[in-house]
């Protein structure tokens, strides 16, 4: 079982940078893969990136690729999303995610979410 909590959210000028952070309480020594997930008003929830445990694999949505890189820290229980060239279409609320780390890659079925954390990029 790991309790997730993001923050790092706010509100950007197009072209800035954010970096958002992802703290996992784990109840247990399991190794979880982390993805990230974004949902704008009216928009269906979309992947946005994954990081496997040991954050050697990453994956990323077409749409961020270049501009966005996830990456951990698990001596502090800690996943990040640094944010880049962010755009208005960015613009969502962020979540991140956690499945076991033995199927990263093989699913976007996470089992534990955060409460999110708005991201907004204005023009």
């Known amino acids: 079982q790991v309790q997730l909590v993001e923050s790092g959210g706010g509100l950007v000028q197009a072209g800035g940078s954010l970096r958002l952070s992802c703290a996992a309480s784990?109840?247990?020594?399991?190794?979880?893969?982390t993805g990230w997930f974004r949902q704008a008003p009216g928009k269906e929830r979309e992947f946005v990136a994954a990081?496997?445990?040991?954050?050697?694999?990453?994956d990323y949505a077409d749409s961020v690729k270049g501009r966005f890189t996830t990456s951990r820290d698990n001596a502090k229980n800690t996943v990040y999303l640094q944010m880049n060239s962010l755009k208005p279409e960015d613009t969502a609320v962020y979540y991140c995610?956690?499945?076991?780390?033995?199927?990263?890659?093989?699913?976007?079925?996470?089992?534990?979410w955060g409460q999110g954390t708005q991201v907004t990029v204005s023009s």
């Open positions: 995610a956690a499945v076991d780390n033995t199927k990263y890659g093989l699913t976007y079925e996470y089992d534990y």
């Open positions: 784990r109840r247990t020594n399991r190794r979880y893969a």
């Open positions: 990081i496997s445990w040991s954050g050697g694999s990453t």
